[in-house]
């Protein structure tokens, strides 16, 4: 499979779900039979995902206590909850409006900027490498947000008109909080000023835009398949307030409760390699429900393209390695190469104990 193919063409899911009102309306492609077979934690959960306070982070008389707080959600949880983070309120809520208003244009508009040929860009479905692969219960818009050079702008939506600004304010200020936040980390794993600019510092974001129509056989697809992410650190913004989310831990489905005003974060398959497996990339899926849509933004950061990918030499202990290092060309085409199946990715980068 050739990674530049990108993904075979598949129905769009906003018009199926619009047009199958009955349980057997839904396509088999959709439904997983093996569903029921996986244990939810209690729904009433004194489990939660930990919540750091960003405003207690860069306070200097609360930062230590909140920094162990955040070391500790990132080396037992790999998720957390962001709040009082201070990206200003304009930007996130223009970006909110746009995103719905874009998912409430007609088809043929959307269409306008869809998936081409050989990019993973645009509007359309996620990574489907088969015919027999099970599909997920979602569309998305999918791009490239920096470096600036890496823009297609073919790709982004003209309509509604604000979109692109929108767009453009809301990727700088993710990339601003994401390398705030992972300088914080950094030094909680007790590395020096020189290794934050040198590998902590956002080379590649790209940005997708999740919309999860409502579904007659809710329990029995996947708005998004279980996977962990494969960059450094991601920023999702749960649209609008709609319960979907859920992340595996020790064995079972956690699910993230949306908080207004709040960031999930979560550290990717790079943060987990760097860091020679000491914070984890955890993984997580997107359930969906009969009667409510559900949007998400997720913000994805990553190295410098030619950063080598592998343990951090400060990061390696007595016991060595955990991971082999590979130049990100190479790891970027692994990646997408291989389809949303768990952890097998991070797998193949992982050496034999
Ligand atoms: C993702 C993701 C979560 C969500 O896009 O990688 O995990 O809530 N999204 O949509
Ligand atoms: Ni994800």
Redesign the pocket.
Known sequence: MDYAMGSLPVPNVQSLAAASHAADDVPHRYIRPDLDAQPLAASDATVDIPIIDFSRLRDPKSHLHESSKLHLACQNWGFFQLINHNVPTQVVERMRIDVNRFFQLPLAEKRKVAQAAGDLQGYGQLFVVSEEQKLDWSDLLYLNTLPDTERTMRFWPTQPPSFRAALDNYSSEMKNLAECLMEIMAKNLGLGTDVVTEKFKVGIQSI?F?YYPPCAQAHKVLG?SQ?S?SDLI?L?L?VNQVQ??QIKRRGEWVPVRPRHGAFIVNLGDIFEIYSNGRYKSIE?R?VVNTETERL?I?AFHSPKSDAVIGPLEEMVGGSGAKYRSVDHESFSKLFFSSKLDGKSFLDSMRYES
């Open positions: 997708r999740n998004l996977h992410d991601t999702v749960q979907g989310l997580h997107v998400s997720a």
